[in-house]
């Protein structure tokens, strides 16, 4: 069964920096590449970033500008994304999305909740 | 960036009932487009990919339609667990991927 955890999430000041872990298991991580999407309260979804197998990575620049990173580790079956210099819009929760290729976002974590506040 | 819009915002209907939904792109996204189900304090769930291919445990009374820039979501007898917010989204174009507005499928 596939399963993915994310972790890191809480209250953090305007511009201060976070960093989300996302735990995968029940497939073979190596094959997939990976995403975090994210929801700010009561809105839609938004992409955020993408890291493929090899690490290779595009970002939704209009939302991040440069703020965010995405990593993964093939070793430890985790994908990762350091939020910088965050602000209030990126309050949210941040969900990690395993893609499945020439299909989509096949399976999601449950998401773990950003609030950016002081 | 391609923009999905998504009709109507809210759809209210009795279970039972055909539900319709719609999702229309600012430009050609061939069939590279998807649906996905969130009820609330959930993660969305995928049921359409590539418009109309049903993804693995998608009940039948779910399907999907179009190509280019039009596309529908289909629900033809509407279940108590179908109500929830429906979005569409597009991977023809990347990135960003992008995501329709959503569509609030509530009981009537």
């Known amino acids: 069964e596939v399963q993915l955890v994310e972790s890191g999430g809480g209250l953090v000041p305007p511009g201060g920096s976070l960093r989300l872990s996302c735990a995968a298991s029940?497939?073979?991580?190596?094959?997939?590449?990976m995403s975090w999407v994210r929801q700010a309260p009561g809105k839609g979804l938004e992409w955020v970033a993408n890291?493929?197998?090899?690490?290779?990575?595009?970002y939704n620049e209009d939302s991040v500008k440069g703020r965010f990173t995405i990593s993964r580790d093939n070793a430890e079956n985790s994908v990762y994304l350091l939020l910088t210099s965050l602000r209030a819009e990126d309050t949210a929760i941040y969900f990690c999305?395993?893609?499945?290729?020439?299909?989509?976002?096949?399976?999601w974590g449950q998401g773990t909740l950003v609030t950016v506040s002081s | 960036e391609i923009v999905l819009t998504q009709s109507p915002a809210t759809l209210s209907l009795s279970p039972g009932e055909r539900a319709t939904l719609s999702c229309r792109a600012s430009?050609?996204?061939?069939?590279?487009l998807a649906w996905y189900q969130q009820k609330p304090g959930q993660a969305p769930r995928l049921l359409i990919y590539?418009?109309?291919n049903r993804a693995t445990g998608i009940p039948a009374r779910f399907s999907g339609s179009g190509s280019g820039t039009d596309f529908t979501l289909t629900i033809s007898s509407l279940e108590p667990e179908d109500f929830a917010v429906y979005y569409c989204?597009?991977?023809?174009?990347?990135?960003?991927?992008?995501f329709g507005q959503g569509t609030r499928l509530e009981i009537k």
């Open positions: 029940g497939f073979t991580f190596t094959g997939h590449s």
């Open positions: 989204q597009q991977r023809f174009n990347w990135p960003p991927y992008t």
């Open positions: 430009q050609s996204v061939n069939n590279y």
């Open positions: 590539d418009a109309s």
């Open positions: 999305a395993k893609e499945q290729l020439g299909v989509g976002f096949d399976h």
């Open positions: 890291i493929n197998q090899v690490g290779g990575v595009r």
